[in-house]
C-alpha cells in the first residue's frame, strides 16, 4: 500500500511539474498582452 501511494505521489509531482513547464512557456512565448490588445504604436 505504502508503494502504491508514494508511485502515486511521484506521479502527481510529475504531472505537475509538467503542467507548470507547459503553462510557462505558453505565457512566455505569447508576448505581452497589453501590447497585443493596445497595438505596438501605442507606446
Known amino acids: 500500500m505504502l508503494g502504491f501511494l508514494l508511485r502515486r505521489l511521484i506521479v502527481a ?5 509538467t503542467v507548470l513547464t507547459i503553462a510557462f512557456a505558453l505565457t ?14 501605442s507606446r
Do not use: F, M, T
Open 13 to 17: 509531482l510529475l504531472v505537475g511539474v
Open 28 to 41: 512566455r512565448l505569447s508576448g505581452d498582452l497589453a501590447i497585443a490588445i493596445a497595438g505596438a504604436k
